[in-house]
Structures are given as C-alpha cells and as structure tokens.
C-alpha cells in the first residue's frame, strides 16, 4: 500500500545524490510509492512531492489507486509524452535522475533527446531498492499472513486424503451432470438422442435424414 512517508524520505535523498528529481518508470517501484498496479505509467519525483502520469486507457483504476500524488493524463498523450512536457515547463529541475537499472541505454538516449537541451539525465543510485530493503509493520504483517496461509495450505496437503478426496469426486461428480458427460463415448461419428440428450463424437458423419425419420448415422471406421 502506498504511504506518504515513502515519498518523503525519498524526495529528502534528491539533494544528497545532486538530484533536482528522479524520473521512476519501474512498475514495481510505481507501485510502492502510489498504489498503481497497472502497465503504463511514469513517476516523477521532486523535493516538492510527487506527480504521476499515464495515459487515458487508465483513467479510472488511477482514480482508485493513485493515493498521495498528483495524477496527469493528457488526451492522446503516452505517459511518458505527459511527463516530459510537464518537466520542460519546471526550469528549475534540470538534473534528472532515471532508473538505470530498469532502462535500457536507448530509452535513455530517447529520453534525453526528447527532453532537449537544458536537462541532464544521470543514473540514480538504487535509492529506493535500499528503501525497500527495509519492512514497515504493515508489510511485516502482510508477510506473517501469506507465511500463515501457505502453512495452512501444506497442512491441508499432508493431511488423510480422504476428506479431500471425497470433495474432489463429489465435484467430478457434479460437472458430470451439468455437462451429461458419457463415460463410454461411441466410437467412430455419431449423433443420437437417447436418455442423455444429443451426444456427439469427433468424426465427421455421412449419410442424410428425411424429414419424419430419426436415425444413427454412423461414418465409416
């Protein structure tokens, strides 16, 4: 989930590491910091906060995830499109820090060309890999539940497998009935109605029916 505090203590490490603001494009990291889970969006942080770009394919799930940011989406306009044209009218953020571990060597040059003249991208260090190094009590808790759940799974597994199994015939039992499944399928193409309703085999048929007439037509094996 995401906290206020995230975003404080990194928006307090910019000036340590000469840093006017970090461009964030890692998703994983997106998400620690705001909530988003989706697949498009751009982070940019600054001693001042934070403000999070997407594009308008997620305008509603960013609505009810993004907590504690300011949310950009431009018509007709890429995360990263949005992003860039609300960095060129900060001329006080000239040093940008990016995300070398997550970003090739030609979005980088794609970045900095779209940026233009007066930025300066430089590699930040894994400020916020350090960040989640470090479990908060929520997270910590979150751990606990998932270790517990797993526990209880494996329990469950190596317990006598006759309570299960009796749940797992019942089950086959019941899609049975909802799918009229016959256990001794015809061989060969067929089509015919009995107590089980229309059943039918893989095989192409051949043959007619008149109208009036109910017959099995069986193709040749």
Known sequence: MASPGRIKQLSSQLEKHRLDAILVSHLPNIRYFCGFTGSAGLLVMSARGAEFFTDGRYSEQAAEEV?????????????????????????????????????????????????????????????IEQMRMVKSAQEVGNIRAACELGDQLFRLLCSPPRAWI???????????????????????????RGAQGLRSSPRSTTGSIRGGEARQYRGRG
């Open 67 to 127: 907590d504690g940011v300011r949310v950009h989406i431009e018509t007709g306009k890429s995360a990263q499109a949005s992003a860039i044209a609300w960095l060129r009218k900060r001329s006080r953020l000239k040093r940008i820090g990016f995300e070398s571990a997550y970003m090739t060597v030609a979005d980088r040059d794609i970045l900095a060309k779209r940026l233009g003249r007066g930025f300066r991208l430089a590699a930040a260090p894994p400020m």
């Open 166 to 192: 009796r749940r797992l015939r019942l089950r086959c039992y019941t899609l049975r009935l909802l799918f009229r499944y016959d256990p001794h399928p015809a061989r060969g193409p067929s089509f015919g």
